[in-house]
């Protein structure tokens, strides 16, 4: 099983970035995905979280009305549209999945049981 996540790069404060993560070896059918990420020098945190349907949504305060997490699940694929980036959004970006079936709004890391390898964002001021 893995969790591809790309789209990383640099943009300035201001602008937009998508974020892909792409699912293989098995589908997440019924299982919450999310979005974490790790500043330099900083413990890793969520940003956001996506039921199946993609009818329920959860966002860290600090992204809230910037950012959107969405999915195609034809395509096994979450996305997190960043918009309005701040250089302190700077960090490495991680999709997740979760390891139970059903729908979780919360923000532990221990729920999620299958993780990306990553992808670096790079906001300049």
């Known amino acids: 099983v893995q969790l591809q996540a790309s789209g990383g790069g640099l943009v300035q404060a201001g602008g937009s970035l998508r974020l892909s993560c792409a699912a293989s070896?098995?589908?997440?059918?019924?299982?919450?995905m999310g979005w974490f990420r790790q500043a330099p020098g900083k413990e890793r945190e969520f940003v956001a979280a996506i039921s199946w349907s993609g009818g329920s949504t959860y966002y860290a305060d600090s992204v809230k009305g910037r950012f959107t997490i969405s999915r195609n699940n034809a395509k096994n694929t979450v996305y997190l549209q960043m918009n309005s980036v701040k250089p302190e959004d700077t960090a490495v970006y991680y999709c997740a999945a979760r390891s139970l079936i059903g729908w979780y709004r919360g923000v532990s890391e221990s729920e999620y049981g299958y993780w990306g390898q990553g992808t670096l964002v790079t906001v300049s001021s």
């Open positions: 070896g098995r589908t997440f059918t019924g299982n919450t």
